[in-house]
């Protein structure tokens, strides 16, 4: 008889031959410009699953429609950097930008027009023409290191502009200040290294070293003063190939010479197809069967979900910590680039099944950031704090990673810390505790802005503190998080049926307008309205249900939410992030993200089998204004991927996972050394409804199913039909 792990192992190879994925290169299915347009604030360029190292062209470097520095529609760019963040609602890297071009001419400004027919990309490789210069740029990455291929299609004059200025900022006149301190050396004809510092979303070090493939001829600072931007130059034949390599570090540009080494020896074409390789592994960890348009909207969603965090650890694993001291991971890798308000609703459990071990090193890196400061992050970008949104999400996290045992059992202790200290002794500018809690919520009259979202994003944070202290055998604990997780409650107006600013004296704030839309910085709510946030008690439907009266108003109030005119606006400032509108319901932002699901509580699970299908149809399409919102680091994508599975984490630290409706006849996911197999029988446009589920051949009663039963693999089955029913 075959062992359990050889024979999960043999069955999943079946299985992937049945899906005719067999030996397929799987990124042909990624398409890298979804959402480099629109409010997807993608980029297209060259990294690998988890990489440092992010070269992609960018079209211009301020304003937040620049987040990524790149928009598809652009017809010229400025240049190739080193670093950028994918689908964020705020802009920062964009670091070592170089521009090659020919001729002996001085330009005011350095643009190069693209040949958009030429432009292609895919998981680890891009590529464009540069008409008017006659060179032809190819890019892909290592880890930690940049590699560029240049080849000149005319002989003459050649140059390289390194602008070690540039950088992805808010408004175009901090481009020339946002530059702390900066040092170029030219070591020889063939070598630069230096570092940047900077201040922008947060203040960080980037050090680097520039291996030339052929010797430059000459060099020259623009700027004698500063020497921030530098020109080197060459003398090119017809045809000849010019490739340059980056390596970047937060520690030392030693540090950064040493992570060269990970292409060192290894030409442009084999570095393109490990990277290749690298990413196909993480993309067959699922495997559909679908249309082609389908593989690509799933396999562009895992693509996506997989670019962030960002490993900064060095190779020999050091790196420079919230307090820019240097430290040492014992296993290489710390985790940056968390966008905690977005990905601990589904990227992080997402995470938990395809990838548990990269979770597990997300949450040490947490932690470690914890020991670092005082304080668990909020949003974390190149290993620093910049404080952005709202809740402290870290607590989710650590807490799912507590039950679904990927902490260790002497590092329990050290996270509970971490997390009560987090939520009751470290107020900081967005929270005071001691105000949260004589009040049971936080006043609208004290707390000017986001009074409504803070207080909701929190009770869920409380909600899981108090889990994982019932856990630990902390009574007091339990009690005192219990009683903080149902602060939702007085906020909940029975007059409107929706959460409502609320006054020290227990007022209601007057006048309401319930789809006034608050931007960042502006009104009660966070980058939404009351009709979006009432529905923000993660951990406790059922207690809001009870709220609204019971299941059937409450079924209703989420009819009206998706049928109500899909207009929204403010009164000050400008409006963010709030699209993909249903009725009310914002898909293009993260709050909205478990609503769909919220009609199995109501018992209506036909409603969401409607509506899931309509979002996953609807709001993600493969074309560059694809993405109905900002990817916010792969949480937009998470939705797709587990959604189109047919299952979705309401209550992200639970460990369970609210059935919905299957978007595939078929899927295998390998869930460590086991599989998964999810089949929809008689799936069609009209079959829609889930007429019955059968979890390893046997009938099953719940639209819920437990990480537990996932990661034990088998086959989950939905059979599909015409009715509405339910099958409790």
Not at 111 to 140: C, F, H, M, Q, W
Not at 301 to 319: C, E, K, V, W
Not at 390 to 399: M, Q, S, T, Y
Not at 696 to 725: A, C, V, W
Request: aromatic share 12%; with cysteine; hydrophobic share 35%.
């Amino acid at each position: 008889m075959l062992h359990n792990s050889l024979f999960s192992k043999c069955l999943f190879l079946l299985l992937i031959c049945g899906l005719g994925l067999q030996a397929q290169d799987l990124t042909r299915y990624v398409n890298p410009f979804v959402g480099t347009s629109g409010d997807g604030h993608t980029f297209p360029g060259a990294t690998i699953p988890f990489g440092l190292v992010q070269l992609s062209p960018e079209t211009n470097n301020y304003s937040w429609q620049y987040s990524s520095g790149y928009r598809y529609e652009d017809s010229a760019i400025i240049g190739f950097a080193h670093t950028h963040l994918n689908g964020t609602g705020w802009m920062d890297l964009g670091d070592v930008l170089m521009l090659p071009y020919t001729g002996n001419r001085v330009k005011e400004t350095y643009r190069s027009r693209i040949d958009k027919k030429s432009e292609k990309a895919t998981a680890g490789y891009y590529t464009v023409n540069l008409p008017d210069e006659g060179i032809k740029v190819e890019l892909t990455a290592t880890h930690r290191t940049g590699v560029q291929r240049y080849t000149f299609t005319k002989g003459g004059e050649s140059h390289i502009l390194l602008d070690f200025q540039s950088g992805l900022v808010s408004d175009a006149d901090s481009i020339n200040t946002h530059v702390l301190d900066a040092k170029i050396t030219v070591e020889n004809n063939t070598v630069i290294s230096g570092y940047t510092h900077t201040k922008n979303w947060v203040e960080k070090k980037i050090f680097f070293v520039i291996e030339f493939s052929k010797p430059f001829v000459r060099s020259e600072f623009l700027d004698e003063d500063t020497k921030r931007k530098l020109i080197v130059g060459y003398t090119t034949q017809t045809g000849e190939v010019i490739e340059i390599r980056v390596a970047i570090s937060s520690v030392s540009i030693e540090g950064a010479r040493q992570n060269l080494s990970e292409s060192k020896g290894k030409s442009f074409e084999t570095v393109k197809t490990e990277a290749r390789d690298a990413w196909n592994t993480y993309l067959s960890k699922i495997t559909i069967k679908g249309s082609k348009e389908q593989k690509i909207n799933f396999y562009t969603s895992m693509y996506h979900l997989f670019i962030q965090p960002n490993n900064m650890a060095d190779t020999d694993g050091r790196y420079t910590g919230a307090d820019d001291k240097v430290h040492q991971s014992a296993n290489k890798a710390y985790y940056t680039t968390l966008s905690i308000w977005d990905t601990y609703r589904a990227a992080h459990p997402l995470y938990t099944i395809i990838s548990p071990e990269k979770d597990r090193d997300m949450v040490y890196s947490i932690l470690d950031h914890y020991d670092a400061v005082g304080m668990l992050p909020i949003w974390t970008l190149w290993g620093k704090e910049n404080y952005t949104m709202i809740g402290n999400h870290a607590v989710p996290i650590i807490v799912d990673a507590y039950f679904k045992g990927l902490l260790k059992q002497e590092d329990t202790e050290r996270a509970y810390h971490a997390i009560k200290q987090s939520l009751t002794k470290n107020s900081w500018h967005k929270y005071d505790w001691s105000l949260y809690d004589q009040y049971g919520y936080l006043p609208a009259d004290t707390v000017t802005n986001e009074a409504v979202s803070r207080t909701l994003e929190s009770t869920t944070d409380d909600w899981c503190a108090a889990q994982m202290a019932k856990s630990l055998g902390k009574e007091a604990d339990y009690q005192f998080f219990s009683k903080r997780a149902n602060y939702y409650k007085n906020l909940y107006d029975p007059s409107t049926k929706l959460m409502r600013p609320k006054k020290m004296n227990g007022e209601w704030v007057s006048p309401f307008d319930p789809i006034e839309v608050s931007p960042p910085g502006y009104g009660d709510y966070t980058e939404g309205n009351a009709w979006q946030y009432t529905w923000h008690v993660q951990h406790d439907i059922e207690g809001l249900i009870e709220l609204m009266g019971g299941k059937q108003p409450f079924m209703l109030k989420l009819d009206t939410l998706f049928t109500l005119d899909p207009k929204v606006y403010a009164k000050t400032g400008p409006v963010f992030d709030v699209a993909g509108l249903i009725g009310q319901y914002a898909h293009g932002n993260e709050p909205s993200h478990h609503v769909a699901y919220l009609y199995n509580y109501a018992g209506a699970p036909w409603k969401t089998q409607e509506m899931i299908p309509r979002i996953l149809k609807t709001q993600y399409l493969n074309k560059p204004d694809g993405l109905s919102g900002n990817d916010d680091c792969g949480q937009m994508s998470a939705w797709y991927i587990l959604s189109s599975l047919g299952f979705y984490p309401v209550n992200p630290a639970s460990g369970i996972f609210d059935i919905g409706a299957p978007f595939f006849k078929r899927a295998a996911v390998k869930v460590g050394d086991n599989v998964l197999t999810v089949q929809a029988k008689k799936l069609s446009n009209k079959n829609k409804y889930i007429q019955a589920i059968k979890l390893n051949g046997k009938p099953y009663h719940s639209y819920q199913i437990n990480y537990s039963d996932i990661m034990k693999g088998g086959t989950l089955q939905f059979i599909m039909g015409k009715e509405k029913r339910s099958i409790k």
